[in-house]
């Protein structure tokens, strides 16, 4: 996901920081149970809440999945090189890998040979080789692609640390 927003972070509270904490840690609470849980009455915290997303600081809610769980085995981390570093070249890549859903992170990245850096998740290697063949070598750019699988995820989480908050 690109971030337009600016770099300087929004003010917030104790409360807003309490609230946060709880949501990146069970987004189905209700608004009763996370009021009780941050200190509050239903209404301001639901105030709050209404204010962090149109702050732009909670993006969304969603459920975690267990991979394994439906079938998904593999975990790829592909690193893909350009053959032209031009705005053109990297929108049009983009735009594609947006579009497929075994795409579950693409990061522009530097300090390596490769450009991109792309997190899959598919079935097994079959389903890994046919994503590789027929959509990301067939892209108009993508000039060397190295693979790495994931053996064992040793730290997991969505949650973001947000003790470097000032409160």
Known sequence: MTSTLSAKPHPLDRTDRRILEALQHDAGLSNQELAEKVGLSPS????????????????????????????????????????????????????????YPEVQHCFLITGQAADYLLQVVVPDMDAYQDFLLRRITRLEGVSSVHTSFVLRRVVDRTALPLNYLNT
């Open 44 to 99: 301001p915290c639901l105030r709050r809440v209404r204010a962090l997303e149109e702050a732009g600081i909670i993006l969304g809610r969603v459920a975690l999945l267990e991979r394994k769980r439906l079938g998904l085995e593999i975990t790829a981390l592909i690193q893909i090189g350009m053959d032209r570093h031009t705005p053109e070249r990297f929108a049009a890549f983009e735009e594609a890998v947006a579009a």
